[in-house]
């Protein structure tokens, strides 16, 4: 279920979400004292804006297997601005762990995503989701909702398995001289996706499109079986 904070912490406070859905916490204004988060195995933590104030310190810590939905442009920082997660101590991301980006407006990845997850989702119809940095997938890669732009990063999966989708509406955006994301034995591309290569000089991979769009500088080959 959801807890919601109001009166601030003190001295110390261990907040750990054990559940096995969608969980969130909710904070009637600017958080002081020490929070430590935990999001367990199995629980859904769903973080939306300005989680926490300013004054607020503590640690993070995602198990494996746990979610964590980051409904923010920032994700989890030890500054900056408001809207996000602030910590002071550590920040601890199993490798195990899944990420979902589902805010109201355009997010970067680069705050709050290790360089290993187990699977990553992107839902934001607000704007787009820019990854920020190279990141492997162990389980799934979805786009469920809005557009997520790869830039000149990749998000292949480590070994060979799992699933990449895009789904009806949603739109892929592959840049640098990359091709479609690698390793994954399934692509569900809804007939209505969009997969862009927006790069350079860029192979269009082998497999049927719903809607494919080309953009950028250079020359796109279209490789035999690209439908």
Do not use: C, W
């Amino acid at each position: 279920g959801t807890f919601t904070e109001s009166n601030g912490f003190s001295p110390v406070a261990n907040v750990v979400f054990n559940g096995t859905g969608v969980q969130t916490f909710t904070s009637g204004g600017a958080v002081s004292g020490q929070i430590n988060f935990t999001v367990n195995g199995g629980a859904t933590l769903m973080m939306g804006t300005n989680l926490l104030g300013s004054g607020s310190t503590g640690t993070f810590t995602l198990s494996s297997g746990g979610t964590l939905g980051i409904g923010n442009a920032l994700g989890i920082t030890t500054s900056g601005a408001s809207g996000n997660v602030r910590v002071s101590g550590t920040r601890t991301y199993s490798t195990g762990g899944n990420y979902i980006y589902n805010g109201p407006a355009s997010q970067v990845t680069s705050n709050g995503l290790p360089a290993t997850v187990n699977s990553l989702t992107v839902s934001n119809t607000g704007g787009i989701v820019t990854l920020g940095s190279n990141v492997s997938v162990t389980s799934n890669l979805t786009v469920s909702a809005g557009t997520f732009d790869l830039g000149s990063f990749t998000a292949n999966r480590a070994t060979s398995g799992g699933t990449l989708t895009v789904a009806n509406a949603a739109t892929l955006k592959i840049g640098g001289t990359n091709p479609f994301p690698t390793n994954y034995a399934t692509h569900n591309l809804g007939a209505n996706s969009t997969v862009e290569y927006e790069g350079s000089a860029q192979n269009v991979s082998a497999q049927p499109y719903g809607n494919l769009t080309t953009s950028g500088s250079s020359t796109k080959t279209l490789q035999a079986g690209a439908t």
